[in-house]
């Protein structure tokens, strides 16, 4: 499975960006795709995940700014996020695993099998 990111630029705080995260192919049916965010020094941060049934969750720092959503018919997965703030800095990376829809909403499960190359976002 090979992930593409796109949609990452630089906005102004307050602002809005949508990333977007084509997948490749999945062998089945139920898989679960998700966004991460990363800066220099820092342990990679869940952002939201998407499974293929529709189930979002999000985490605590962007929960009522940031939307995730998945088009299966395009296994793409797009995150809207709005009123950005400097925090909101960082490389964006896209996972994607074949997982059941528990496992996807436990925001505690980091280990994707695949992963984009990332895209950046800067908010300034």
């Known amino acids: 499975v090979q992930l593409v990111e796109s949609g990452g630029g630089s906005v102004q705080t307050g602002g809005t960006l949508r990333l977007s995260c084509a997948a490749s192919e999945f062998a089945t049916s139920r898989y679960c795709m998700a966004w991460f965010r990363q800066t220099p020094g820092k342990q990679r941060d869940r952002v939201a995940s998407v499974h293929s049934d529709g189930t979002t969750v999000y985490g605590d720092s962007v929960k009522g700014r940031f939307t995730a959503s998945l088009d299966n018919t395009k296994k793409t997965v797009y995150l809207q996020m709005s009123s950005l703030t400097p925090e909101d800095t960082a490389k964006y990376l896209c996972?994607?695993?074949?997982?059941?829809?528990?496992?996807?909403?436990?925001?505690?499960?980091?280990?994707?099998?695949?992963w984009g190359q990332g895209t950046q976002v800067t908010v300034s």
């Open positions: 996972a994607a695993k074949p997982r059941t829809v528990l496992t996807c909403r436990r925001r505690d499960v980091v280990d994707f099998g695949y």
